[in-house]
């Protein structure tokens, strides 16, 4: 929500720099992955996935990188935008059911112009 | 135009009144969740649902409840016994058995 942002970790870029926000996962049996962007106000939008078969995958100017050895999720985003400045979720499956994720506490991405 | 929706946008309420929050989807998704949202927070899971007239306390399900009558629809009270209901309350739902989740823009009760 609005105040979704507060006592989160920042990470500040300058407009066009790369960005590289990191998550750790709890869960060494979670085998898919996904990252969410929340504009303030707004609900989650999906990003990019991945599957634990998988170390990375490239989207539209974002890549994931998977690092199952130490539990470790990277998005990278090239050329960052004023747009992209939001809170970033990684989110993990949780074990034996199909259906629900576990989510990180997210991320807040502040571009600088 | 498919998508959820999650009505209102802000919601006030005194304290010790019932509340309903609504999410509506046109997905066609079977599955469908509630989570709440603290600042500094991840979100967490109230209730979910696989299939109309089924659902399933998530983590933090006391002092909510939840219906599933029609496959569009996973409404969420909110009753007079959670102790801390301000919070951002966001809707999502998924294609049965695939893990990505769709989200609605969510409803931000503030109790007074």
């Known amino acids: 929500g609005e105040n979704v942002g507060l006592h989160l970790p920042t990470l500040s870029v300058q407009e066009g720099d790369n960005s590289i926000i990191n998550c750790a996962y709890s869960?060494?049996?979670?085998?898919?992955f996904i990252w969410y962007k929340q504009e303030s106000g707004k609900g989650p939008q999906f990003i990019i996935d991945?599957?634990?078969?998988?170390d990375k995958r490239q989207g539209q100017r974002v890549t994931v990188l998977l690092n199952k050895t130490v539990k470790h999720l990277s998005l990278q985003i090239a050329a960052t935008q004023p747009g992209d400045s939001a809170v970033y979720f990684c989110?993990?499956?949780?074990?034996?059911?199909?259906?629900?994720?576990?989510f990180g506490t997210g991320t807040l991405l502040a571009v600088q112009p | 135009d498919g998508g959820i929706t999650q009505s209102p946008k802000y919601l006030f309420r005194k304290e010790g009144q019932n509340v309903t929050l609504s999410c509506e989807q046109n997905?066609?998704?079977?599955?469908m969740y509630w989570y709440r949202q603290d600042p500094g927070q991840g979100l967490r899971l109230i209730y979910y649902?696989?299939?109309?007239?089924?659902?399933q306390k998530g983590d933090i399900a006391e002092g909510y409840s939840v219906s599933r009558e029609k496959k569009e629809s996973f409404p969420l009270t909110v009753t007079s016994a959670q102790k801390n209901p301000t919070a951002f309350y966001l809707c999502?739902?998924?294609?049965?058995?695939?893990?990505?989740?769709?989200f609605g823009p969510g409803t931000r009760l503030t109790v007074l």
């Open positions: 869960n060494s049996a979670s085998d898919y």
């Open positions: 999502a739902s998924s294609i049965s058995g695939r893990y990505e989740q769709f």
């Open positions: 649902s696989q299939i109309v007239n089924d659902f």
């Open positions: 997905l066609n998704h079977d599955a």
């Open positions: 989110a993990e499956n949780r074990s034996g059911a199909t259906n629900k994720l576990i």
């Open positions: 991945i599957r634990s078969n998988m």
